[in-house]
């Protein structure tokens, strides 16, 4: 058809045009002296940056406080331009990342991704050596650097010496899970009819009263959701929130009134986690015992992420807000929920959803939380078939970075969270982590890079870097802090405009601030460095 075939030429002339003008940008870059480049850089990135925090104070339509970076991600995973949307007011941020592409070529799917020249080990050493000799950092200290381009180390101390990550691990349990389960995974929350023959005799899934007079036995079953709520839904896009227990109410009651019931007893079925459920480092604000069904994490405040005091039975509480709900829309809910086998053959009678894994692995990240993690740990071990406890969730982590060849040796996941310091880690295989995920080759993995917290402004980065500092708003980058641990690993692109990932591990540490501002430093000084 000739306005097809006019539209191609088109859009050909205007391939080859963009190609030229990112070549020339490319060339122009490179025959700047370095400072040049360094103050484009910046320049660029606080542009950028600023739009992005500005559209998300116009308009937070996300699942969660900072919205969803739903637009970097998929623009990410086909290798395109870039830029964080937070929702439909917010959409001119996606110019920001172009005017990156063309002063360094480098942003990702940019034409000179790269051709920038390649940082050195020497270079990098000259600049990192000194750093990581600050008295603030413990006895041990590692540190891995890779080049994305290159897909290898370019500067590494003692990268392959297992050390206590705290919440770094965090991104092994998401490349794990991502890998296991895939980004569009979502998990189940469900509402069967209890009054199968399968029902344990006893329990509340067995039917109580002949099934012939109204009244009907129905189980909630958890599927392990770690971000189910029931609290009201925020404004936004429906599809953006997660799923919810008054959205299962109403289907439920809804589904029950069509059948002429109106009056039920309750059980639940958290069955689908087994182990113990109380982490070891015993009842903790940092933590709730982990169960395949619970709401709003188990807290017993209004807020969202952080430590908060914790229901010490998840499922139960989470049983008793979804019959409150039952009652809101007229169903009579005889008697306390009680603990209940789903019959095998269960009919199904209403169903909710979580977010896709990958929205799950960003809040995850962004903002540290430990809940989400220890969840996502066993819905690995579910997938790949073992227990989903504590010590099966490691065993399925650890055989999940395995299949991908990644550099265990040592490794050691005691938990999912990285509360527990019988963890173990390299600095290597943080930086491999994050070396896959920021690969083109592995779109699945985008996530672990999108969900990083950006260094003055978001999640556990958003204090650390004060107003001004050389590494806010271009370091990305997952904190880990325990007492006598700080480790920080993350992504930069550096001032000659390579991508790098980077991990620093420090054990030991008596000045938890002075440590973290050390790491901040060397995080900071990769940005920075041209280094050749």
């Known amino acids: 058809m000739p306005e097809t075939g006019s539209w191609q030429v088109r859009w050909q002339s205007a391939q080859r045009s963009a190609r030229a003008a990112g070549d020339a940008a490319l060339r122009r870059w490179r025959a700047a002296p370095r400072r040049t480049r360094q103050t484009w850089r910046l320049t660029a990135v606080s542009a950028a940056t600023g739009l992005a925090v500005a559209g998300g104070a116009v308009a937070v339509s996300g699942p969660w406080d900072a919205g969803q970076r739903t637009a970097e991600r998929a623009a990410a995973a086909g290798a395109g331009s870039g830029g964080e949307r937070h929702g439909a007011a917010t959409d001119p941020v996606r110019g920001a990342p172009p005017v990156l592409s063309a002063l360094g070529g480098s942003a990702p799917g940019g034409p000179g991704r790269a051709g920038a020249p390649l940082p050195t080990g020497a270079g990098l050493a000259e600049v990192l050596a000194p750093l990581l000799k600050d008295p603030a950092l413990g006895p ?17 101390v003692r990268a392959d010496e297992p050390a206590t990550p705290a919440s770094t691990v965090k991104l092994a349990v998401a490349v794990a899970a991502l890998s296991a389960l895939g980004p569009d995974h979502r998990i189940a929350t469900t509402v069967v009819d209890g009054t199968g023959k399968a029902g344990k005799a006893g329990q509340a899934g067995e039917a109580r009263d002949g099934g012939d007079t109204g009244k009907h036995s129905i189980i909630l079953v958890g599927g392990g959701d770690p971000t189910l709520t029931a609290r009201a839904p925020k404004p936004g896009p429906a599809a953006d929130r997660p799923a919810n227990l008054r959205t299962l109410a109403e289907d439920t009651a809804r589904a029950l009134k069509q059948r002429g019931t109106t009056t039920v007893t309750l059980g639940y079925d958290a069955s689908a986690y087994s182990g113990p459920d109380q982490h070891p480092i015993g009842p903790n604000e940092n933590i709730a015992p982990v169960s395949a069904l619970m709401a709003d994490e188990a807290r017993l405040d209004d807020s969202e992420f952080g430590t908060a005091p914790r229901d010490a039975a998840p499922a139960v509480a989470a049983a008793r807000a979804f019959a409150g709900q039952l009652r809101e829309r007229g169903i009579t809910v005889d ?41 996502l740990a066993r819905q690995t071990a579910i997938a790949a078939g073992k227990p989903a406890s504590f010590a099966g969730a490691g065993t399925a982590v650890r055989d999940a970075l395995a299949a991908r060849h990644l550099p265990l040796t040592g490794a050691v996941f005691a938990d999912g ?114 280094c050749r």
């Open 140 to 156: 041990l200290r590692t540190a891995s650097v890779r080049d994305v381009a290159a897909g290898r180390e370019v500067f590494g």
């Open 335 to 375: 008697g306390d929920p009680a603990a209940a086998h789903a019959p095998r053959q269960a009919g199904e009678i209403a169903t909710v959803r979580s977010l896709p894994l990958a929205a799950l692995v960003e809040r995850m990240l962004t903002h540290s939380d430990n809940d989400i993690a220890e969840g």
């Open 417 to 530: 969270s990285g509360l527990d310091r019988d963890d173990r880690v390299s600095a290597g295989l943080l930086s491999r982590l994050l070396l896959d995920a920021s690969s083109d080759r592995h779109p699945e993995l985008r996530s672990v890079v999108t969900g990083l917290p950006v260094a003055g402004f978001t999640g556990t980065l958003s204090g650390r870097y004060p107003d001004k500092s050389s590494g806010a708003g271009t370091v990305r980058a997952k904190t880990g802090t325990l007492t006598g641990v700080n480790t920080l690993a993350g992504t930069v692109v550096d001032a000659d405009g390579r991508q790098l990932v980077f991990a620093f591990m420090t054990s030991g540490t008596t000045d938890p601030q002075g440590a973290q501002k050390a790491l901040d430093t060397l995080a900071s000084a990769v940005a920075e460095c041209g």
